[in-house]
């Protein structure tokens, strides 16, 4: 609040806190483009991401599996079909990936996966991603990681 020639004015803040539904769009955006590096700039250089089948640290080992994956597929686009931010720092999203594997006609041969994403954030930036084929399970987990940060 500001007090000038005995008018109160009160000034807009502008948050601090950064929309992580939003960060995520553009993620995925990102991911969609299969522009690497935008799409690594959303994660911090320390992050983690956790695969039903391996764990990725750091952000040099989460780009080399995201080149692997979309050197892998011709056409690959992801549909975002839910977004939740529960609070401190922690997201879950539901992803619907649709692709065709390289080298197999336009005319047939996609491929569909759901999955849910557990996301742990820090000053706008991923530290944590967990991802889980169970969306269910995922939002369970999720829901209690964010009263555990609370």
Do not use: C
Request: aromatic share 8%; hydrophobic share 45%.
């Amino acid at each position: 609040m500001q007090i000038e020639s005995g008018i109160l004015t009160v000034m807009a803040e502008e948050s601090t806190t950064p929309d992580l539904a939003a960060r995520l769009r553009l993620l995925f955006a990102a991911a969609s483009r299969r522009d690497l590096d935008t799409l690594m700039s959303f994660y911090a250089p320390d992050a983690v991401w956790e695969t039903t089948l391996v764990t990725l640290d750091g952000s040099a080992a989460i780009q080399e599996r995201l080149e692997e994956w979309f050197g892998a597929f011709d056409e690959l686009e992801f549909e975002l079909e839910e977004i939740l931010d529960l609070g401190n720092g922690v997201t879950f999203t539901v992803v619907n990936q649709r692709a065709r594997p390289a080298g197999t006609s336009s005319s047939g041969g996609y491929i569909q996966r759901q999955e849910a994403l557990i996301g742990i954030w820090h000053e706008g930036v991923v530290t944590r991603v967990t991802t889980f084929l169970d969306v269910d399970e995922a939002r369970a987990a999720a829901e209690r990681l964010a009263n555990e940060q609370g």
